[in-house]
């Protein structure tokens, strides 16, 4: 098939791309003219991917982009940064794509897989969540990312556009640098263990998230559904933190600190930095990451898209780790 992909010229969406394009689709990536020089040496040189230079922002770009496209896959996102603000992420998470399906109707595009998150749902009290557990998003880049996904999902009722929602779980692997910090971490002794870590973690790695989302554009059955897709099997944080550990030949940390001050220490480093534009050494959504349980339940995906993730979390960390080491970060 002839197929777009928006944010090809990040960690996600660059995986996509060269994945569709080895499963034999003809792949278009939009690409905004100063990402022009990363998408050239990206992932993605020698995939046959076609870069078309446009912008969420600009409605004549992405009718360019999507002319004679089949299925577009929606992955481009702003997501958190130091001093941005609130409008920001409304002006690209929810105008974009609303412009995005405007556009994909306009062509009479087959199908739109729309990304949103699994940070839509929040904290989840009663582990494992499915599709249809609350909605209870954390910061505006969640909130904003649920407003997208019920527009688009709104779209495809009024406009009779088919579209897929996606929610991907703790998305890793070789390429992505969020995970970084806590590898990095262990690595040097340097990592703290903030609260009991019992909370639930749940991670995807990447080969077989992107899989997850080409079933979204391709299986017939999945039309007007959504999906969490995440990988086999979620852990404490604490046994997340000890696999990792192990990985590394390290010893996990022991000590278990009190969560409060370090939350009080974002909170000011927030009200400080921010309006500076600048990045605070520690945010309260950093903090979460030890308070907030993750679980989900994929068996809609499974059964509706027959997705089924490949990579254990052993593996998926073995390989990440040696991604890490081979660029010289650990």
Known sequence: ???????????????LAKHLSQCGDEVRALVRSRSRARFDASVLPGSGVI???????????????????????????????????NSAYRQINVEGTKQLLEAAKAARVRRVVHCSTGGVHGHIAHPPANEDAPFNPGDVYQATKLEAEQLARNFSEAAGLDVVVARPIGIYGPGDRRFLTMFRGLARGRFPMLGSGRPFYHLTFIDDLVEGFRLCGTVPAAAGRTYLLAGPRYTTLEELVGLVARELKVSPPRMHLPVWPFWTAGLICELICVPLRIEPPIYRRRVDFYTKSRAFDTTRARTELGFAPTVDLEEGIRRTADWYRREGLL
């Open 51 to 85: 870069a078309y230079e446009g912008d969420l922002g600009d409605a004549a770009s992405l009718r360019r982009a999507v002319d004679g496209v089949e299925v577009v896959y929606h992955i481009a996102a702003t997501y958190r940064e130091a001093g941005q603000p």
């Open 1 to 15: 098939m002839r197929v777009l992909v928006t944010g090809a010229t990040g960690f996600t969406g660059g995986h």
